[in-house]
């Protein structure tokens, strides 16, 4: 059976592009994104490792550190992230690791493998992974998942979009609509009721049906004195 939301993010031991780490000693308490791609090289790939690269600021100031996974070893990780670093012209070079998984043992334990396309093995038949994604929070929880194929690649806005969701729920008993970004009206989560919800949100509630209350971001308000 693969992971599931709410399960523990399983620990490992790995040769990265920035040396030796055990992965729960890396993320500690913090969040992390941990990110799957098939192959060194490839056209796809390095779009996207450029793109994040580049929002890596984004990422930093949500607290939240990142680490890749490539079916390769490490050595062939530190050539490709010199073709990455030239897409983004050296304005923000990739500064966290990539995981060498040549063998598929870390793909494996997170079922990142390809079972869609049987014909997407490398030269010692072994399956290539998909474009998996698992955002861990700082207790080390998997709160998201997300799959694409390895011909599609993967939209980082729409993860941090998630972040934020997640992060601002977790502070504020809030839950984010459909198409939500930061800085649109969330919803007062069904289980605050009564008296707790003039409490948390004040007169700030629009009510829409008893089950759709909404109310303002949390994260736009003024901090109280």
């Not at 729960?24 to 791609?37: G, N, Q, T």
């Not at 490539?70 to 062939?76: G, M, R, T, Y």
């Not at 980082?156 to 839950?175: A, C, M, N, W, Y």
Request: aromatic content about 8%.
């Amino acid at each position: 059976m693969g992971l599931r939301l709410g399960d523990i993010a399983p620990d490992f031991e790995a040769d990265t592009s920035k040396g030796p780490i055990k992965f729960h000693e890396y993320i500690k308490d913090s969040w992390a994104i941990l990110f799957s791609h098939p192959d060194d090289y490839t056209p796809v790939c390095t779009t996207e490792l450029s793109a994040v690269a580049l929002s890596s600021a984004d990422f930093a100031s949500r607290g939240v550190k990142l680490i890749g996974l490539s079916a390769n070893d490490v050595e062939s990780h530190k050539g490709w992230i010199k073709d990455i670093d030239a897409l983004t012209q050296g304005s923000d070079p990739l500064d966290f690791p990539i995981v060498g998984d040549k063998d598929r043992k870390i793909a494996t334990l997170y079922d990142m493998l390809d079972h869609q396309d049987a014909t997407n093995i490398d030269n010692k038949g072994l399956p290539f992974t998909v474009r998996a994604v698992f955002i861990i929070d700082p207790k080390q929880t998997i709160r998201l998942t997300l799959t694409y194929p390895a011909s599609t690649g993967r939209n980082f806005p729409e993860i941090l979009r998630v972040i934020d969701s997640l992060q601002l729920g977790d502070k504020h008993k809030i839950t984010t609509p459909a198409n939500w970004n930061k800085g649109d009206k969330v919803i007062v989560h069904p289980s605050v009721q009564g008296e707790k919800v003039k409490e948390l949100f004040g007169d700030d509630v629009e009510v829409v049906y008893p089950y759709l209350r909404f109310t303002s971001d949390p994260s736009t308000k003024k901090e109280k004195a």
